[in-house]
């Protein structure tokens, strides 16, 4: 994990982070400031999850923010989905959302810290959250993602390709930092530059498909 490995020593080294903790997403969502949101599902992960054969699949959003995802997943009658989010209001604001799917039991929303939390899934959705967290939390990230995830379970979503720029999400990444940190825990079955991105996000994303060995 050299290049992985070499890559956060020098973030280390010329940044000073914010603490990237729960009061640091409750100020951005207070203060409006949410660029990462698109106001609507994701392109790439709908086309996704257009192609799954199963309804019952167990689900997990980390990072869920207003949760466009899930509300597609709902849509499409998926009825087992979990989301997680950090900041408090934002999880009563989706409880209120989803209130009569958490009453039907098709959908739960946790306030925690993803690295804490415990559970069992078939499929992972990532989708702006990987860039979210510190880089040197990474690690940490593909081995949870490892450990919540069923035997053969996947890990699918959208990875930032571009330089690692600013003290403040979204951290980039590009492909060969990728598949160094997942390839110990994953089989890599797509990571490819995405074909439908939103236009602002063009040339900059990745797609890929996790699968757990």
């Not at 939390?137 to 379970?153: D, F, I, Q, V």
């Amino acid at each position: 994990m050299e290049i992985f490995a070499t890559k956060i020593v020098q973030i280390k080294r010329l940044t000073k982070m914010p603490d990237i903790d729960q009061l640091y997403w409750e100020h951005r969502y207070k203060n409006a400031q949410t660029g990462w949101d698109i106001g609507y599902a994701s392109p790439a992960l709908t086309n996704y999850i257009n192609q799954l054969e199963s309804k019952n699949l167990r689900i997990l959003i980390p990072g869920c923010g207003n949760a466009y995802e899930a509300e597609f997943l709902l849509e499409n009658q998926f009825e087992n989905i979990t989301l997680i989010d950090i900041a408090r209001p934002l999880v009563e604001q989706i409880e209120q959302k989803f209130a009569h799917s958490i009453a039907q039991n098709k959908l739960k929303v946790l306030h925690t810290d993803f690295f804490e939390h415990n559970g069992e899934y078939d499929l992972i959705l990532e989708q702006t959250f990987f860039c979210a967290i510190p880089p040197q939390k990474r690690l940490g990230y593909a081995k949870k993602m490892h450990e919540l995830l069923t035997p053969s379970g996947k890990l699918s979503g959208l990875l930032f390709d571009m330089p690692m720029l600013g003290e403040e999400p979204p951290f980039g990444g590009n492909r060969d930092e990728y598949r160094e940190l997942f390839a110990p825990y994953f089989q890599i079955q797509t990571l490819e530059p995405c074909t439908n991105s939103i236009k602002p996000r063009a040339g900059r994303e990745l797609f890929f498909v996790l699968r757990k060995t």
